[in-house]
């Protein structure tokens, strides 16, 4: 059972599909970056420098909009908002713990939604995070 303004189902994998292919375009950039100032990337050690690095620009991004808002820009497109238990925008430690959570259990934090009672995200539950649905927009006259 999720909750009352929670997302469903086909909405959050359509944001997660959006989102996807915003961070391919912002970690391509990320890497160009680091390429022309490093120069190539293939062997180790500087292939783990620029993995961590790209993990810290897609974090840096999303705990900054998730800070900034309660929203990345697939989110606002879905009109889905990410919020703590009360509602409120989250703090920079939600934020980060909810980053690295979510990379830490990836696929199982979002299998965990399919049998959570509200419906919560694995990395929401520990962080006491939640998604909302935003109301529509009426247009201005």
């Known amino acids: 059972m999720t909750l009352p303004d929670s997302p469903r ?17 912002i970690l391509f950039f990320a890497t160009f970056l680091f390429v022309i100032l490093l120069g190539s990337a293939t062997e180790p050690p500087a292939r783990y420098i620029l993995q ?9 991004y999303l705990v900054w909009s998730w800070r900034h808002g ?15 238990r009360q509602g409120a925008a989250l703090d920079w430690r939600q ?3 909810r980053y690295v959570l979510a990379s830490v259990f990836f696929g ?21 995070c939640r998604l909302q649905l935003e109301p529509p927009k ?3 006259k």
């Open 138 to 140: 009426r247009p201005s």
């Open 70 to 84: 309660g929203q990345t820009l697939a989110m606002q497109t879905w009109r889905i908002r990410v919020t703590n």
């Open 95 to 97: 934020a980060c713990l």
């Open 108 to 128: 199982v934090g979002f299998l965990w939604a399919l049998f959570d009672r509200e419906g919560l995200y694995l990395h929401d539950r520990l962080t006491g």
């Open 52 to 60: 961590g690095y790209l993990w810290l620009v897609a974090g840096g």
């Open 9 to 25: 189902w086909p909405r959050r994998i359509a944001a997660m599909l959006y989102e996807a292919l915003l961070l391919v375009a």
